[in-house]
């Protein structure tokens, strides 16, 4: 789905009030309603009937062609009920309160329709943030285009202020970006020569020369988008429940209406029974209940996109509302992912260079991520070649023609460095041996650093009454060191990708997985959601993640868990107003107690109050507070 197609049905959408579909016509049908009981009340009878009559028709005009529609395509719904109860009245000569029911039902289906557009309206506010100008360099002249002409290759410059119109890479500059209305993120983010950024980021100083990788059509924004999109379409537990207690409400209060009209004749006047029978048939419309998970879920999602949170859905909002037990990769996820190599111990008589030297040669050509560690220590580093990789241990080769392999104290024999080897796991570095010709030339300790809010996100995980597992493939006394610094127990080392997935599927409880979203991907299936941190310009992640958070900083994790619940919670309040609605007006309805007109009112303004307890789920100003409480900044 491109951005165009995004602009195009959000023009459809109404974006004020009165522009609403239908509102139009209810607010006429009410108008002639309030003149036609005025008219009533002080006499004017010739006014009243037609007046009352031309707020049927009104009404009627917003809900009942609709319900014939779905009729004629063998679909029951809420509007087949109302425009039943609608004729009926009519024919009871209950012009009154055909008027009220048509004007009622055509304003709330009228607010039903504005609620669940303006929360699409503020995610599609997300494209907004791609400037209407771009300013690139055509045959070595600066061209100003719009950036829906932009093409892939471009060279994009970016002044300070000035927002990113598409992903790309730098390519020249040097300056700091803005990605909070994105990621949410608050820190601006530096970024040189061949760092990513995406569309929508603010450029902070300079000049920032950027080749484009992706149209404005497929850019990372465009691509949230549509996630989004989609995943306001799925539907959760919850809603599934509520359409599947609608559906086939819809026909049992057809049938109930019809028994009530038919044993109250046998027994009694068939007018009044058919009149209970209508009132019957309004009271236990599932109105309230058909609107009030999907509404609570729209806000909910399109409100996470707007802190850097994708939710795909309200099946993965649901679940997230419920987890109990959350488990977190460590590298990438509790550390910042930037390895380096802190210590170099060689053998007696070997040079640290040579160390160094075999050791790249067999990560030259790794996806490892430790890799980049050991490559960065070196210059120029000479391919090894035949390397293979051994799961769970390490890397072997041929250097310069002869066998090596880099791995794991224990696949290779580092008995000679016990002592450095435990002072650097107790440090929480990863110990690499290096072996070059049958011969262990040393040991390397390799160090990923702990991001600075790991240990802040893992209080108000335990906070939230969550239990915490760190899973890893690293030994078990690194991991401890980096378990003891954040306060998490529950240590699992040493294990495969295949052993996390198993290791997930023990865990007690609604799980969660908290990974990178690629080297994570059984243990992130496995659990009853996945996380991806750091999606953002991650095809992989966004699509294939339960939900993603699109920004690195981890304190989102605790947010993302804090709205889910309250959205959770939202929708169980919903669906048991609703339910206790229609529990308590059936039974009323049926022996007389209200009357038609009195139903219909309670019934819409249960509606509206849904709607509105709904649409809670889209603000984001309680979550800000919750994370503020959780840091201290203010008092519980």
């Not at 309603?33 to 917003?62: D, H, I, M, N, Q």
């Not at 109302?82 to 009519?90: D, F, K, R």
């Not at 037990?325 to 060689?346: H, I, R």
């Not at 600075?452 to 493939?473: C, D, I, N, Q, S």
């Amino acid at each position: 789905m491109s951005a165009d197609c995004c602009a195009d049905e959000a023009a459809d959408e109404p974006r004020r009030l009165w522009r609403t579909p239908g509102l139009i016509l209810a607010v006429a049908a009410g108008l002639l309603l309030g003149a036609g009981l005025l008219a009533g009340w002080f006499g004017a009878v010739l006014a009243e009937s037609p007046l009352l009559g031309l707020a049927t028709v009104a009404g009627g005009l917003a809900f009942v062609p609709g319900a014939l529609r779905a009729l004629w395509h063998r679909q029951l719904g809420v509007g087949t009920l109302m425009t039943i109860a609608l004729v009926g009245a009519l024919l009871l000569g209950q012009l009154t309160e055909a008027a009220m029911l048509a004007f009622l039902f055509s304003i709330s289906e009228a607010l039903e329709k504005y609620s669940l557009a303006r929360t699409r309206r503020g995610l599609r506010s997300l494209l907004a943030l791609v400037p209407e100008r771009a300013r690139v360099v055509r045959d070595g002249r600066d061209v100003v285009i719009p950036p829906s002409e932009l093409r892939v290759g471009d060279q994009l410059l970016v002044r300070a202020g000035e927002r990113v119109a598409s992903d790309g890479v730098v390519r020249a500059g040097r300056s700091s970006v803005d990605t909070a209305a994105i990621t949410g993120e608050s820190m601006p983010v530096e970024v040189g020569k061949g760092d990513d950024v995406f569309a929508g980021s603010i450029n902070a100083h300079g000049v920032l020369t950027i080749e484009v990788t992706t149209t404005v059509a497929d850019n990372s924004l465009a691509k949230i988008v549509r996630v989004v999109r989609d995943a306001q379409r799925r539907k959760g537990n919850r809603q599934r429940l509520a359409d599947r207690l609608a559906r086939p409400l819809v026909p049992a209060i057809m049938v109930l209406a019809a028994l009530v009209a038919g044993l109250g004749a046998a027994l009694g006047d068939p007018a009044t029974w058919a009149e209970r029978a209508l009132v019957v048939l309004v009271a236990a419309a599932p109105c309230a209940l058909a609107i009030s998970v999907p509404v609570t879920v729209i806000a909910a999602v399109g409100a996470a996109s707007r802190i850097g949170l994708l939710v795909k859905g309200g099946a993965a909002l649901e679940t997230l509302g419920a987890v109990r037990t959350v488990a977190l990769d460590k590298t990438g996820t509790l550390t910042s992912n930037n390895p380096t190599v802190t210590e170099v111990v060689p053998a007696e008589g070997v040079c640290a260079e040579r160390v160094l030297a075999v050791a790249a040669a067999l990560e030259a050509r790794s996806e490892h991520p430790l890799a980049s560690a050991i490559l960065a220590s070196t210059t120029e580093p000479v391919a090894a070649d035949e390397v293979t990789s051994v799961p769970g241990a390490g890397l072997c080769g041929t250097v310069a023609g002869t066998p090596a392999r880099l791995g794991k104290p224990g696949w290779i024999d580092t008995d000679l460095f016990a002592a450095e080897v435990s002072r650097l796991q107790d440090a929480g570095a990863t110990v690499a041996g290096v072996e070059h010709d049958g011969v262990v030339l040393g040991v390397l300790g390799i160090r990923d650093n702990l991001r600075p809010e790991a240990a802040e996100t893992v209080r108000a995980l335990h906070g939230a009454g969550l239990r915490l597992a760190m899973l890893t493939g690293d030994n078990q006394r690194t991991a401890k060191a980096l378990a003891r610094q954040t306060g998490i127990d529950d240590v699992h080392a040493g294990l495969l990708p295949a052993d996390k997935a198993a290791i997930v599927e023990r865990l007690a409880g609604p799980t969660a997985m908290v990974g990178d979203g690629v080297n994570d991907a059984p243990a992130l299936a496995t659990a009853d959601v996945g996380i991806a941190v750091g999606a953002m310009g991650t095809d992989v992640a966004i699509e294939t993640a339960d939900v993603a958070l699109l920004g690195t900083d981890l304190r989102h994790l605790p947010q993302a868990l804090w709205h889910a619940r309250r959205a959770r919670a939202i929708m169980l309040q919903n669906i048991a107003l609703s339910a206790a609605i229609v529990l308590t007006l059936v039974p009323l309805a049926a022996v007389g107690i209200l009357g038609l007109a009195t139903v219909v009112l309670i019934h819409e303004l249960a509606e509206v109050l849904v709607i509105a307890n709904g649409l809670r789920a889209g603000r984001l100003r309680p979550l800000v507070r919750r994370a503020r409480i959780a840091n201290g900044a203010v008092p519980r």
